[in-house]
């Protein structure tokens, strides 16, 4: 176990920090705000940091935590100024943000190593570290998908107008969206930057925005566990796809090709949709037969009685019924 | 600077096309680029071409490639999808799945080495008129490039075909119910869109000598960047985003050491999103409560 655990080190921290870059994107995504600002502060963080221990010689922790709150700030910044664009207009609008990154980190000059980026960024950063890192920022995650907050969130995404109707402050919502946005890229690109020691402007372009939308659309992108069965996997594919040589690439694009086509809540919808079903499956034996054909009389009336009209949806009476029949 | 400008308009063009009304925003436009100049470049290994030879080819190849991503990928995901929202997700993230195929197989082919077209009987000249050095490519690209715009502008405004497309764009369920086959239109705008992308990509290759696999990918955000800076579905958007891009770039370029155009691009699109967050052509969003 522990010469596995130190073989694949790398891929370990790869999938901490692939993970937390993937939720910087899902979270706003939630909450149907489409922003891949995160990615920017993937990039911001990194070099964050990394300027911080080179020039200040500041500890990890401390680093990482500065990292994060300019991030975080940064964030609220971008939203303050983007918050009134919507759907594919925003997406652009923080892609060009993260590629503006990019090339001032390629046109920082000594400041920022331009284009070989800056490295030697020694720190006392530890795994146990990253392990707590990486565990309390996916834990706040995981409590915003529950309770009040969740269904917030919920409601934020689906209905906007509805959503402000019932006393939701949906503004306040949005601009959260991009704070916790900065903060989770941020947090990953510090924590990389200290366990891989280097940070130039190849590492933050396009390809990372294609690779979070990647990862938590592959693997689900309406729930953390969406994103870390997204993580896990394009973190270790390259491993596990050794054996086919340099055709890895192609089939890595059709497994992403597939994934988008024909799974359109991920790997985790699938699970969630198997898990279900085998559930109903369970639990039908439990039920006794007449309850299952109760409700028949009672919607028979209803479907082709003078009211149906109002009652029924325009959709074909018997198929409603058996599917009142399948939920019952 | 105008020769830029026409190949951006040539490839936004189409992304623009299909965007604007049959409401699919093709992230695998760029690989169709890649890839129909890259196919060129394979046949070529074979048999001298003459120009005209290898642009239908690769307008060929183009309208191919985005023919059957339309009917194995977007079609299917419109099939499934529950709202219109989340279709346009699916189909943005099935595009950029998609778009890593053909990138896969060219990287794989070329060691991700440049690409370029000097096998065919086609050779780039330098024409001088006084003091304005202009190769024979450019001129072609200029005027295919404005040609082509101008056709499609006219077909999209005064055909039947532009306006069942414009009709799908405002209100696609209107528009099936007053007889239009939407599948059908969309197959034919999307073999259009591709066959475009097919020609930019071949003349852009023959404009710069050549190109690495990759070059799809920086077009595509830049096409995308110009279809927003002009206004979605928006012909006279289109021309004048890719030509202020192609400008402002070219500025850029000549007054810097050059590593600062994307920074400058991609500035300007955020400014212009700022102050117009429907581009500058662009008319407001139909919304129907």
Redesign the interface.
Known sequence: MSSWYFGNLVLIQATMTGLLMALSVQVPLRMGVFSFAGVGSYGLGAYTAALLTIHLQLGSLQAILLAVVATSVIGLLLGLLIARLAGLYLAMATVAFDLIITVIAINGGTFTGSSTGLYGVLSDFTMPMMFTLTLIALGLVVLSEHGKVGRRVHAVRDDQQLAASVGINVRRYRLTAFVVSGALGGLAGAMNVMVRTTIGPLDIGFHLIVLALTMIIVGGAMSWKGAVIGAVIFTWMPTWLAFVGTWQHLIYGFIVAIAAVLLPRGIHGVFVDLTRAIQRRRRKPATPPPAESEPEPDLEPLMTGPTSGQATPPAGGSSSTSLLRGKA | MISLGSIYLLFALGLSLTWGTIDI?NFAHGAIFMFAAFTAYLVLDYVELPIIAVVLLSVLVGGLLSLIIQV??FE??LK??RTK??A???I???G??????P???A??ETKSNPFGLSRSTFDVNVWQFGDVRITNIAVITIIVGIALWAVTALWFRRSKHGLALRAIGVDSEVASLMGINRRQLALVTMAVAGGMAGLAGVLFTYTIGAIVPESG?VLL?KA??IV?LGGVGSMAGVAFGAFALAGVETWVLLNT?G??T??VA??L??LV??AR??GVFGRKEVRRA
């Open positions: 925003l194995l990928a299917q995901i499934r999808a929202r989340s346009e997700m699916q943005l993230i099935g950029i799945g998609i778009a890593t195929i990138l896969a197989i990287q794989h990918d955000i995308f960047a927003i050491s590593s600062w994307d920074a991609f500035g699109i955020f999103l700022l967050p429907s």
